[in-house]
C-alpha cells in the first residue's frame, strides 16, 4: 500500500550531461502532475507524463529538471547584425526628432534584445532522452519506495484502530440484551409502585419490553459493522490503489456508527459508539493519504 505523499531525487550522468530529476507529491482526488523543465526538454513533456503514470496512480505531483552540459560547444553565440542595425536607426531617428545627443555606443547597442543570443547546439534527441529518461526512471523509483514506507505506516496505524472498533462493536452487541433486562427490571418496579398491591400484567409487560428492544435493537448495524471492518481488512492486504475504495467503506462505517448512537438509550451504549465514531474518523483522515 502507497501513501500519497513522497519524495525521490536522482542524478544520472550521460556523456558531459548531468540530468538531475526530483519529484514530491502531495494528497489530490486525481492524478494531477505539473513538470518543470528547461524549454529545451518542451517536446519531452507527453513522454514524462506517460512514464509518471505507470508509476502514480494518485496525487498532486511536482517534477523538477534540470539538465548540466559541460561540453565546451553545447552552445554558441549568435550576433544579428540586420536587428542591430534596425535599433541604430531607430536610435538615430530619436536624436533627430527630440533634437537631442546621439550617444549610443556599442556597448548599449549590444545589450538591446536579441542582438546577442545564446544557440544551443543540435543534439541526438534519441541520447537526450535516454539520460533524462534514466533519471526520472531512477527518481520514480525512489518516489514510490518512499511512498511505500509511508504506506506500511499508515497501513499498520489503520489496523491497529480496526482492531478496537472491532472490539467496541463487540461490546456494543454484548451491553444489548444486558439493557433489555435492565429496562425489564425498571419498568417492573415502575409498575408495581404505581399499582400498589393490584396484579401486573405480564402480557402487556412482555409487549412493552419488546418494543423498547425494537427500538433499541442494533444487530444489523453490527452485523454491517463486522462485515466492513473485514472488508476493510482485505482491501488493505490488496495494497496498491487502495485508497478510493477505503475512502467509500468507512463512509458506509460511519454511517452505521451514526445509526448506533442515534437508537443509543444508554450511556455506556452512547460513549461506546462515541468512541467507535472517533476512531472512524481517524481511519477517515488516514485514508486520505492512501493513493
Known sequence: MKSMTGFGRCEHHQGSRKFTV?????????????????????????????????YVQRGKVDVFITCEDYAEESASLKY?????????KYYRQMAETFGIEDDIRVSALGRCPEVFTMEEQDVDEEALWAGLE???????EQFVAAREREGEALKADIL??????EENVVLIEKRYPQIVAEYRVKLTDRVRELL??????????????????????????TVRLH??????????????????????????????????????????????????????????EQIQNVE
Not at 271 to 280: C, F, Q, S
Request: net charge negative.
Open 134 to 140: 534514466a533519471a526520472c526512471r531512477g527518481a520514480c
Open 80 to 88: 544579428n547584425a540586420a536587428l542591430a542595425a534596425e535599433y541604430l
Open 22 to 54: 526530483e519529484i514530491k507529491a502531495v494528497n489530490h482526488r486525481y492524478f494531477d502532475v505539473n513538470v518543470k523543465m528547461p524549454k529545451k526538454f518542451g517536446f519531452f513533456e507527453a513522454a514524462i507524463r506517460s512514464l509518471l503514470k505507470s
Open 196 to 221: 400498589a398491591d393490584s396484579q401486573i400484567d405480564e402480557n402487556r409487560l412482555a409487549s412493552e419490553v419488546v418494543l423498547f428492544a425494537d427500538k433499541l435493537c442494533t444487530d444489523e448495524e
Open 160 to 165: 491497529d484502530k480496526l482492531e478496537r472498533m
Open 227 to 284: 462485515s466492513h471492518i473485514a472488508t476493510m481488512r482485505e482491501a488493505l492486504a490488496q495494497g496498491d490503489g487502495v485508497g478510493r475504495k477505503l475512502d467509500f467503506i468507512a463512509q458506509e462505517m460511519n454511517r452505521e456508527a451514526n445509526t448506533i448512537l442515534s437508537k443509543a438509550n444508554d450511556l455506556e451504549t452512547s460513549n461506546i459508539a462515541i468512541e467507535l465514531k472517533t476512531d472512524i474518523e481517524k481511519v477517515r
